[in-house]
């Protein structure tokens, strides 16, 4: 597609609940990264793929967080057992190959767990 | 450990010159990042900076001293429209993930 996509862009959940946020990359782009930003800060790092492998999944805040990017392209951050804490903005990033300079972003996912 | 460090806020006039520095500390090296994020949008890059140097694109530069573990980015002729939060991020190898500061939120003034 012409950039990255993200749905849902809202998602309210109850907490206790568990989450799917979606991420489509630029077609063809090998780095997919997700990261979460609260408001008012940077971008903060969760986990990236190269291909469809999890390089790196240091940042996940515990292991109620979980991603797959299981044939290289989109790819599904999934929260279980929601917390008030995890309301944020969820944004994916995809760069076109690894070590590629530029990263493009989504626009994001807003969820709010009440 | 890794630390990004940047102004919370600036404010400029509009067609004045504004710098917005960065310093960094990360246990590697490869690339120090811009990126410029309006209110409730993503992220989009600006600059690139992996070796020591000035890089200017239109009015926009964004210098990089890696000794000195500093950047700045320097906006000239500011409009109005340039009013946004400018983030530095640097990666510490290859195909790692970026490590953003907390970004530095321009207000350009009439």
């Known amino acids: 597609g012409a950039g990255v996509s993200q749905s849902p862009r809202y998602k309210v959940t109850k907490r206790g609940q568990d989450v799917a946020l979606r991420c489509d990359p630029i077609?063809?782009?090998?780095?997919l990264y997700w990261y979460r930003q609260a408001l008012g800060q940077g971008p903060e790092f969760l986990t990236y793929?190269?291909?469809?492998?999890?390089?790196?999944k240091s940042g996940l805040p515990n292991d109620r967080f979980s991603a797959e990017r299981p044939e290289g392209s989109i790819s599904t951050l999934t929260i279980q057992r929601t917390e008030q804490r995890d309301s944020a903005m969820y944004r994916c990033?995809?760069?076109?190959?690894?070590?590629?300079?530029?990263?493009?972003f989504g626009p994001g996912t807003r969820l709010l767990v009440l | 450990g890794q630390n990004i460090d940047q102004p919370t806020e600036m404010t400029a006039t509009e067609g004045a010159i504004v710098q917005i520095n960065c310093t960094y500390q990360?246990?590697?090296?490869?690339?120090l990042f811009w990126y410029q994020q309006h209110a409730g949008e993503a992220p989009t890059f600006l600059s690139y900076?992996?070796?020591?140097g000035l890089e200017e694109k239109g009015r926009f530069s964004s210098f990089l001293s890696r000794s000195k573990g500093y950047s700045y980015l320097l906006l000239k002729e500011l409009q109005m429209k340039d009013s946004a939060s400018y983030l530095c991020?640097?990666?510490?190898?290859?195909?790692?993930?970026?490590?953003f500061g907390k970004g530095t939120r321009l207000s350009v003034i009439a």
């Open positions: 990033a995809s760069s076109l190959q690894r070590g590629q300079e530029t990263q493009y």
């Open positions: 077609s063809g782009h090998v780095s």
């Open positions: 793929f190269n291909y469809e492998a999890q390089q790196d």
């Open positions: 990360t246990s590697g090296f490869n690339g």
């Open positions: 900076n992996v070796l020591d």
């Open positions: 991020a640097a990666r510490n190898s290859g195909n790692t993930p970026l490590v």
